[in-house]
Every structure is written in C-alpha cells, then in structure tokens.
C-alpha cells in the first residue's frame, strides 16, 4: 500500500507468480492483469514484456493456449523492440511449446529453430540444447503424426 507505482507493480508480479504456482489461476491473473495496467501507466515496455509473458505462461499452464498465444506474441514483440535476444529466445522456445501442444508440429519446429539461432549468436549453451532437444521432439511428433495417418489410410484400404 506504501510502494509507488513501480513497486506497486513487482509486488503484483510476484503475488501473480506465487498465486499461479499455488494453482490460484484466477487470483494470479488478476495480479499479472494489474501489473499490466502498472507498466502501462508507467510506460515501461520492459515492465510490459514481463506482465504479459508471465499471463502467456499463467494461461498455457491453465490449457488456455489461445490466451497463451496471444500474450506469448506480444511479448515477444515487447522484447524484440527492448532488442534482449535473451528474452526473445526464450518466448520463441514459449512458442513452440505451444504450438507442439497445439499438434502444430512443423510451425513448433519453426519456432523452436527461431530460439536455435538466437542461442547460437549469444553463445547461451542451455537454450541452444534445450532448442535443439525440442526441434528433435516437434520433428518427432510431426513424423509420427504422418505415420499413424498413412497408417490409418492403409487400413482403410486394405478393410474395403
């Protein structure tokens, strides 16, 4: 109650996480909502990138993965104008998780590849074997996906 706006601001971004992390999805997104609304007011674009990633991420572990896109995109717009390839690197990898959840296989790789590249520029070795690992996955799925199909379409053929 005693903090200006920018501590006002940590301090809902920390109640949304731990809410979020009790399973308080609700409560949390009202925090992450109201953090928002801080960094709006306080023209923070990084203050912005924050709220919204942490609401992509509350959303995607809800199952909310039209939510989840949407934030996860414009935080990565958020971060791409702050230039902090880090954080970019890391809503790309975001987005790719999405998309693998979503079956949409061959945009994960995509995405995941986008990470790939930023990883390798930085010379972050964790999110380029984490990228790495999960462009195996989503090339994996997408494989697999096309297999049970020409599978499936088999049996069809051969039932007739």
């Given amino acids: 109650e005693i903090a200006d706006e920018a501590g006002k601001f940590v301090a809902h971004s920390n109640l949304g996480l731990c809410l979020g992390s009790l399973g308080q999805h609700i409560e949390a997104a009202k925090h992450h909502q109201e ?6 007011r306080l ?8 709220a919204v990633g942490n609401l992509g991420l ?15 995109d414009q935080h990565l717009q958020l971060v791409q104008s702050l ?3 880090s954080a970019e ?7 790719g998780l999405l998309a693998n959840k979503e079956g949409n296989f061959e945009q994960a790789a995509r995405y995941f590849e986008q990470a790939r590249r930023i990883a390798l520029r930085t010379g972050e070795q964790g999110t380029l074997k984490r990228a790495n690992c999960n462009i ?3 090339q994996g ?6 297999h049970m199909s020409m599978l499936a379409q088999h049996a069809a053929e051969n039932a007739q």
């Avoid at 023209?43 to 924050?50: M, V, Y």
């Avoid at 509350?58 to 199952?63: A, F, I, T």
């Fill in 83 to 85: 230039h902090d390839l």
């Fill in 43 to 50: 023209q923070s674009t990084h203050g912005q990138s924050i």
């Fill in 58 to 72: 509350l959303g995607s572990r809800q199952g909310d993965l039209v939510t989840a896109k949407a934030c996860m």
């Fill in 89 to 95: 690197a890391n809503a790309w990898m975001q987005l």
């Fill in 136 to 138: 195996g996955i989503a």
């Fill in 141 to 146: 799925n997408l494989k697999l996906s096309q």
């Fill in 35 to 40: 953090a928002l609304r801080l960094a709006i």
